[in-house]
């Protein structure tokens, strides 16, 4: 079977965008069109004939429209095989005659709970008719086309235009695919409603996630591997305002780079640089344009090439800055016009504009894939309570704010994960590697190499606050940010040998303080 010629049309929608134009062109092409309550009163409004569903099914919508489609009828005519004698028969026998093409979007499930609807609302918005008629037809798409998406009624007229009338097999069976995904997702959040939100249940007995498909990316995080990238929240809302499309790692890192700028959301002009998702040099200041120069003061190697993401509207002089080495992404709430014309002068460069910065306390959840399996778990929305003075001195009032920016930086680093902050901004960043220690001395080295590329008298290590993300097993790690010059520390605790540690930083003369919380980070 080829093309089918659409000869009676069953609409039945919420969402009632294009509605109109399409339901002309369907009678211009000499088409039926059946239809239910709303979906009908808005056709006739149009001045369309239309002819209601009780009238084609022979019995009365019922239980507050909650039975009208479920009917033998109308799945009858759904369902049937055409080329089949036996349902030809019954057709015939009961009176049923065929329906060629199904219009329907289903209840606003996932706005009226957005809306903090009540709960008696909410299950009243659980459409239980529109995804059994999109099953049938999708099911029966070798005789039924059915749409679920006003985005295809554009072409959907253009098709039966373009082929007097009828619709071909491949588009039914785009349709049809189109369908059943529309159907999975809205029984998805209505599972996922269920279990979270009426059950209070945090990891639901069956795992549903859905998302939208926004592109089809070049490649993944290398050329031989596929990649698309799907919309859920976070920097996936973000406006492009120019530049070429974002690849699988410019998203990866966009993100990275936005969830550790959200803890300075309310702070002082700040300026996060990331690379391969870990920040390789973050600055707060009294001016935009001087946090970015911090920032890049930090690791100048690492920073060509990265995603810059800022907490304030982008300026013209920032702008300057940024565009003097190559950047791929630049991130902000807004930018003004004369920024916006300087990034516009790099073509490839993309910015993205965020508006409102995410809440760094959010809830949520976080997924991964391991083989056979997915891995879930709460989002990392720790806070910093009250520290623990571990040691016989405590931190001055600087010390104390480097330790605290050292900490948030250090959680949004790979693990393990050591960070040298200074004057609000980070000397070195050891991240990723299988021991403390070694990220304790890469951090002192790259803040070692900054300084010299720079020509200060001396790494920003000496006089710098050390945050660790977890506990330092041994104080092997401790004793080399004490070689690197730090003086103040910042770290969970709760290691066998935290009285080995405290010993050694005593005798540093360091301030260290325990947090009670790690941020690890794969």
């Given at each position: ?131 059994s008629m999109i099953r049938s037809a999708a099911k029966n798409h070798a005789f039924v086309t059915i749409v679920t998406d006003p985005g295809d009624y554009r072409e959907l007229m253009a ?364």
């Open positions: 079977m080829t093309n089918i010629k659409i000869k009676r049309a069953l609409l039945s929608v919420s969402d009632k965008g294009g509605l109109i134009p399409l339901g002309q062109a369907l009678v211009r092409h000499g088409v039926e069109l059946v239809s239910t309550g709303g979906t009908a009163r808005a056709l006739r409004d149009a001045g369309l004939t239309v002819r209601d569903i009780d009238d084609l099914t022979g019995f009365p919508e019922m239980m507050d429209g909650r039975v009208k489609t479920l009917h033998p009828v109308v799945h009858g005519g759904l369902l049937a095989v055409r080329d089949n004698a036996e349902h030809v028969a019954s057709m015939e026998e009961h009176g049923i005659g065929a329906i060629d093409l199904v219009i329907v979007n289903l209840y606003p499930f996932a706005a009226t709970v957005a809306k903090g609807a009540a709960r008696d609302e909410i299950i009243e918005n659980i459409d239980i008719g529109g995804p098709a039966l235009d373009e082929n007097e009338g009828t619709i071909s097999l491949e588009l039914r069976r785009k349709y049809a695919a189109k369908a059943y995904a529309a159907t999975a997702s809205y029984d998805a959040m209505i599972a996922n409603w269920f279990a979270t939100v009426d059950q209070n249940q945090q990891f639901p007995d069956v795992l549903t996630v859905t998302a939208t498909r926004a592109e089809v990316l070049r490649y993944g995080e290398n050329p031989h591997q596929q990649a698309a990238f799907y919309t859920a929240s976070g920097v996936s809302k973000a406006t492009q305002i120019q530049g070429k499309a974002l690849s699988y790692n410019n998203y990866a890192d966009a993100d990275a780079a936005l969830d550790l700028l959200s803890e300075f959301r309310d702070g002082p002009p700040t300026v996060v640089i990331v690379k391969h998702a870990n920040p390789c040099g973050v600055a707060s200041a009294t001016t935009l344009k001087q946090a970015y120069l911090q920032a890049f003061a930090c690791d100048t190697v690492s920073a060509f090439g990265g995603i810059i993401c800022v907490n304030q509207t982008l300026d013209q002089e920032t702008a300057e800055a940024i565009t003097s080495i190559f950047t791929e992404v630049v991130i902000a709430p807004d930018a003004d016009a004369a920024a916006r014309a300087i990034f516009a002068t790099k073509k490839n460069l993309r910015l993205l504009l965020t508006g409102d910065l995410p809440d760094p306390a959010r809830a949520g959840m976080t997924l991964k894939t391991i083989a056979g399996g997915y891995l879930l778990q709460s989002r990392d929305a720790g806070r910093l309570g009250e520290l623990q003075v571990v040691t016989k001195r405590a931190p001055t009032e600087n010390e104390l704010a480097d330790c605290r920016f050292a900490w948030t930086v250090a959680k949004h680093t790979k693990s393990n994960a050591i960070v040298y902050a200074k004057d609000g901004s980070t000397a070195g960043i050891g991240a990723g590697q299988m021991n403390r220690l070694e990220s304790a001395r890469i951090a002192a080295w790259k803040a070692k190499d900054a300084a010299e590329k720079a020509g200060w008298a001396e790494p920003h290590t000496i006089g710098s606050a050390v945050a660790s993300d977890a506990f330092f097993p041994f104080a092997d790690g401790l004793l080399a940010a004490v070689e690197a010059g730090a003086t103040a520390v910042i770290q969970p605790g709760g290691s066998i040998r935290d009285d080995e540690v405290i010993a050694a930083a005593d005798a540093a003369n360091l301030a260290m303080v325990f947090t009670g919380i790690r941020h690890f980070r794969h």
